[in-house]
């Protein structure tokens, strides 16, 4: 299919994605009218908080730099031609333990990194808020758990989450939208270990259908969810967030990528700098609201720099791009008696959060959650490639056992270290931007937490009966960044996104988050969009 | 040691499902286009294109397929000719076409220096042993000392080689892997089960892997 080279939100029509070959109708603002919002990115955050700023009568316009797909007629069930939904600008990585960037953590189209993520919406621990306080470690949050309850329960209700009837960690949280899942057999891998090893574990809060909703249809379990979801089921931004957006009057500008905050006299922003259709434009508005994540939030700052910015926008607190954090996302694999087959099915169907919620009998702070694999093949024959090193026939070899393959991985939480960081790197991309330069080392502690995990995941999945277990490494997810907090000499926004410096200049992704947790990020990101909006 | 391979599901032919509800029309044409087209030489010269189909003998050998093996070499050259990377660099790395030219030119290098003769013309063992020095790291001089080898060999060479080869149908019968599964995806999930339209899985003769 390829990605699509020119916009399609445009003539006051934008894709309908539930219809093949159909529009709805979508209201446009010119570049010259002067709207209340110009949102820079429509994932996780921008594209939910984009319905909740139209719904409340502002005038919205958001942007993304990449395409607005029709997952019904191009997504493939093919792991190779869906690696266009990764944002794979030139980027440089490095430090200790560098990240692997690209497909790894990234997105780009309507919807962000909700098009191919694997759909776990998961709520932080209610401690986590306050960890420096009440836990002895990171930093606080300038937001309640309490709040942020009455949130999370408007993004599952958005997303018609399907869930277990009760969640065993945490305070009571009622039902999920709708009934769970039927679970794969890997994911019955790790039930039947965290049975052996006397912990609880649950039918993972999965962001798709496990009944009809309108013109999406429930799961058929292809399995294909982590390169798009081409029925539906899964309830991507693009698919819910962006359609209301839109029917409640905002605009989203596809194809759009914004190279700089445009600043008036008055240390306000005037608007945004974006190149659509092969050329710069002006979009004017009273509001900008950077939500590119924890890379390009940070880069947008620091290249929007001026005369008395000369460090970049709102980097007075010198926080801009520090703070990064990753999860740590090691996992430890085996090969079973049984046959698997962990291709069908969403990727993680059971996980267990026992030791984000357990506080005894570790030497680290933090926590992890662990989930079953369900790697495509290309996917695990990279993994034993690069992580165990096989090549030649033993590769080939080894890869026929493919079936019969169960895996464990963590989601673990790493520390903020203002060390770690994106700054800009002399080298320039295609629109003549200077590119993004990231550092990234683990802490001591990081490597505790990650070391703990190995083994407890290793005795779980040899508990549940597998066989020949190797660990492979690697990280999940970006955070951090930009953080929010309630000292404007450590923190780059308020509580509300809003940055310090600049009071009509907002933050509303990944890059707020002052520390990780030990779940994944999209869940905390959405509800912090509502939050806001 | 003559090298054999053989798959537990040997009747099992993913593309027999090309007109079932297991296929939709945008992965046929995906796939289609990835086993008719198969891209001409744009980038590489013809000397390292030559090492590289040496080099990928022996990642990814295909005795199996003598005639008819899946192509890999024109699929790195045509991502190498668009100039597409995978949105990242390591920063002790040059770009994807400078890491690219310098491996297969250090791996060459490397064959002349040990054996005096070029990669291709060395018989396995020696082509193996060259290959395990650079994942061990425990090559000197020149590319090296501006390509990190461990790094090239993991994250350049063997993550492309694999990518391509495990993205093709054969690929996909011979570790009865499902394949194209939309719209129809799959009912049946529990261990030991299969859907009808899945590989079978009939015997495993993994000899001396132990697997058996």
């Given at each position: 299919?390829?990605s ?15 219809r ?9 603002y010119?570049?010259d ?8 990115g429509?994932?996780?955050g ?6 909740k700023?139209?719904?409340?009568g502002?005038k919205?316009?958001?942007f ?9 007629e ?7 031609e869906q690696?266009?939904?990764y944002?794979?600008e ?5 430090g200790q333990d560098p ?5 790894n953590?990234?997105?780009r189209?309507?919807g ?5 993520f ?7 621990r209610?401690?986590w808020?306050?960890s ?16 942020m ?10 997303l ?24 794969n057999?890997a994911?019955?891998?790790?039930a039947?270990?965290?049975?052996q090893?006397g912990i ?7 962001a798709t259908?496990?009944?009809r ?5 429930p799961?058929?379990y292809r ?10 089921a ?5 698919v819910?967030?962006?359609p209301?957006?839109i029917?409640e009057?905002?605009?989203?500008r596809d194809l759009a ?11 306000r922003a ?9 050329e710069?434009?002006r979009q004017?508005?009273?509001?900008v ?14 290249n929007?720099a001026?005369?008395r ?6 980097n ?13 996302n090691?996992g430890?694999w085996?090969?079973m008696?049984?046959?698997i087959?962990s ?6 169907m ?5 030791w984000?919620?357990?506080d005894t009998?570790?030497d680290?702070?933090g926590?992890y959650q662990?989930g079953s ?5 290309q ?8 992580g ?33 960081r994106?700054?800009?790197a002399d ?6 931007l200077r ?9 001591e ?6 070391r703990?995990?190995e083994?407890?995941?290793?005795q779980?999945?040899?508990a ?6 190797w ?12 953080r ?6 450590e923190?780059v ?12 200049l907002?933050?509303c992704?990944?890059s ?8 994944n990020p999209s869940?905390?990101?959405m ?7 | 040691?003559?090298?054999h391979f ?9 593309l027999a499902?090309?007109?079932t ?7 046929r ?12 030489r ?28 899946v ?8 991502q190498?000719?668009?100039g597409?990377g995978d949105g990242?660099r390591?920063e002790?790395?040059p770009d994807?076409?400078?890491?690219w030219?310098?491996?297969i ?5 490397e064959?002349r220096?040990r054996?005096d ?10 082509q ?9 790291g425990d ?11 461990k ?6 060479l063997?993550?492309s080689?694999v990518?391509?080869y495990y993205a ?12 194209p ?5 799959y009912?049946r ?6 859907d009808?339209?899945e ?11 132990g697997?058996?």
């Amino acid at each position: 299919m390829g990605s699509p080279e020119r916009p399609r939100a445009r003539d006051g029509r934008a894709p309908n994605v539930f219809r093949r070959g159909e529009w709805v109708p979508m209201r446009q603002y010119d570049d010259d009218e002067e709207v209340d919002f110009a949102i820079v990115g429509t994932g996780a955050g921008g594209g939910t908080l984009a319905y909740k700023l139209a719904k409340a009568g502002f005038k919205v316009v958001a942007f993304d730099a990449g395409p607005y797909w029709r997952p019904l007629e191009e997504f493939a069930s093919d792991e190779e031609e869906q690696q266009t939904l990764y944002w794979t600008e030139p980027r440089i990585t490095g430090g200790q333990d560098p990240i692997q960037l690209g497909s790894n953590n990234s997105g780009r189209g309507v919807g962000g990194s909700t098009i191919h993520f694997t759909m776990l919406v998961l709520r932080f621990r209610p401690e986590w808020f306050r960890s420096r306080s009440l836990l002895g470690y990171g930093v606080d949050w300038p937001v309640s758990w309490k709040e942020m309850w009455r949130y999370y329960r408007e993004v599952e209700e958005m997303l018609q989450i399907s869930g277990p009837l009760s969640y065993p960690w945490g305070p009571r949280r009622g039902r999920y939208p709708r009934r769970p899942h039927e679970i794969n057999a890997a994911g019955l891998v790790l039930a039947r270990g965290c049975e052996q090893m006397g912990i609880s574990w649950v039918p993972t809060p999965l962001a798709t259908l496990s009944s009809r909703r309108g013109e999406a249809p429930p799961c058929v379990y292809r399995g294909f969810c982590a390169v798009g979801c081409s029925t539906n089921a899964k309830q991507s931004v693009l698919v819910t967030w962006i359609p209301r957006a839109i029917e409640e009057g905002a605009e989203i500008r596809d194809l759009a990528m914004v190279g700089r905050v445009e600043m008036g006299d008055g240390g306000r922003a005037t608007g945004v700098l974006y190149h659509r259709e092969g050329e710069w434009r002006r979009q004017r508005a009273r509001h900008v609201v950077l939500a590119g994540y924890s890379i390009e939030t940070p880069r947008l700052l620091l290249n929007s720099a001026t005369s008395r910015f000369p460090d970049g926008l709102a980097n007075g607190s010198g926080w801009v791009g520090r703070g990064l954090m990753v999860h740590s996302n090691n996992g430890v694999w085996g090969s079973m008696e049984e046959e698997i087959r962990s291709y069908k099915g969403p990727p993680v169907m059971a996980i267990t959060e026992h030791w984000n919620y357990t506080d005894t009998g570790k030497d680290f702070h933090g926590g992890y959650q662990f989930g079953s694999q369900g790697p495509l093949p290309q996917s695990w024959a990279t993994s034993l490639a690069a992580g165990r090193g096989l090549w030649g026939m033993e590769l080939r070899r080894e890869m026929t056992r493919y079936n019969h393959l169960a895996g464990l991985k963590m989601v673990g939480e790493v520390e903020p270290q203002a060390a770690n960081r994106v700054e800009l790197a002399d080298e320039r991309d295609q629109y003549g931007l200077r590119i993004p330069r990231v550092t990234f080392s683990y802490s001591e502690n990081d490597r505790r937490l990650i070391r703990h995990a190995e083994e407890f995941m290793r005795q779980t999945l040899e508990a549940a009966g597998g066989k020949e277990t190797w660990v492979e490494e690697g990280t999940a997810h970006l955070m951090g960044g930009c953080r929010m907090g309630e000292d404007p000499g450590e923190s780059v926004t308020d509580a509300d996104g809003r940055t310090w410096e600049i009071p009509n200049l907002w933050i509303c992704d990944g890059s707020l988050f002052p520390t990780g947790g030990g779940v994944n990020p999209s869940a905390t990101i959405m509800a912090l969009a509502c939050r806001t909006g | 040691m003559a090298e054999h391979f053989s798959t537990p599901y040997a009747d099992y032919d993913v593309l027999a499902k090309w007109d079932t509800p297991s296929w939709n029309e945008q992965t046929r044409e995906v796939v289609r286009k990835r086993l008719g087209e198969v891209p001409p030489r744009r980038f590489l010269e013809p000397d390292e294109w030559a090492t590289l189909e040496a080099i990928c003998a022996r990642v990814l050998p295909q005795p199996d397929r003598l005639t008819d093996p899946v192509p890999i070499v024109p699929f790195i050259d045509a991502q190498l000719h668009r100039g597409q990377g995978d949105g990242y660099r390591y920063e002790d790395m040059p770009d994807l076409r400078a890491s690219w030219r310098l491996g297969i030119g250090g791996i060459e290098r490397e064959a002349r220096r040990r054996h005096d003769m070029p990669f291709g013309e060395l018989d396995a063992p020696r082509q193996d042993s060259i290959l395990t020095a650079i994942q061990n790291g425990d090559v000197e001089g020149e590319p090296w000392d501006e390509l990190p080898p461990k790094r090239f060999f993991s994250s350049v060479l063997l993550k492309s080689v694999v990518g391509i080869y495990y993205a093709h149908p054969a690929a996909w019968n011979e570790i009865g892997f499902g394949g194209p599964a939309s719209p129809r995806g799959y009912v049946r999930l529990a261990a030991g089960q299969r859907d009808p339209w899945e590989a079978r899985e009939i015997a495993r003769v993994d000899e001396g892997t132990g697997h058996g």
